[in-house]
């Protein structure tokens, strides 16, 4: 079965502080994957995604995430964390061949200290 | 505006009682799809849609029925609802070539 895990279900860092939050996903085949960001009481929205060529790849807000295949990770950082950073981050997984089934991570609830 | 449309927003029912949560979409996609979120659990598909009249089951369909005869709508059908169907209830559509999803903004249900 495929499955997606996010190490930390709860992650809390300092105001400016790096961001490193984590995701490995279990399958021989390298999968599509994403990383969304959900704001309390509202709907997932993309925060960037890896398909094929450059294995780091930037997204909104200053968040980049890097595809290593040989540790099956695609883990998203931001140098300098800000307030508004503060929600809920899934990472998913789809795979070529079945490409409209996607698989989410449990989530890490990222908290900003002032 | 470009939006994923949900309703009811929140809905509380008894068990049994059949009930439709409807979902809709203005950007043409071709794609939708339905998700629960748990505590703990995450996103799970409950089913997805490639195009009308075309519908996949995803990781936990059971339960649960859905149909495409219009593009733009997907609704989620619950003929006999149970307590372990409570959860957040999310649509999504993309385009059929594209790998972006955009969420509608979640309904939440629960079932006593």
């Known amino acids: 079965a495929q499955s997606v895990t996010q190490l930390g279900s709860h992650v809390s860092v300092s105001e400016g502080a790096l961001v490193l939050l984590r995701c490995n996903y279990s399958?021989?085949?390298?999968?599509?994957l994403f990383w969304y960001v959900q704001y309390p009481n509202q709907g997932l929205q993309l925060l960037l995604k890896?398909?094929?060529?450059?294995?780091l790849v930037k997204g909104i807000n200053g968040f980049e995430a890097e595809f290593k295949k040989s540790e099956t990770s695609f883990h998203l950082t931001k140098p300098s964390a800000h307030m508004s950073d503060a929600a809920e981050y899934f990472c998913?997984?789809?795979?070529?061949?079945?490409?409209?089934?996607?698989?989410f991570g449990t989530g890490t609830s990222l908290t900003v200290i002032p | 505006e470009a939006q994923v449309t949900q309703n009811p927003r929140y809905l509380i029912t008894v068990t049994g009682k059949k009930l439709t949560v409807t979902c809709s979409q203005n950007?043409?996609?071709?794609?939708m799809s339905w998700y629960r979120q748990d505590p703990g659990l995450g996103l799970r598909q409950i089913y997805y849609?490639?195009?009308?009249?075309?519908?996949d089951k995803g990781d936990v369909p059971e339960g649960y029925k859905v149909s495409r005869k219009e593009k733009r709508n997907f609704p989620l059908i619950l003929e006999s609802p149970s307590p372990n169907q409570t959860s957040l209830y999310f649509c999504?559509?993309?385009?059929?070539?594209?790998?972006?999803?955009?969420f509608g903004p979640g309904t939440r249900l629960t079932v006593t």
């Open positions: 999504a559509s993309k385009a059929g070539n594209s790998y972006e999803q955009y």
């Open positions: 399958s021989s085949v390298p999968p599509y």
């Open positions: 890896y398909t094929t060529g450059a294995t």
């Open positions: 998913a997984v789809s795979y070529p061949l079945t490409g409209n089934q996607f698989y």
């Open positions: 950007m043409n996609h071709e794609y």
């Open positions: 849609s490639m195009n009308v009249e075309v519908t």
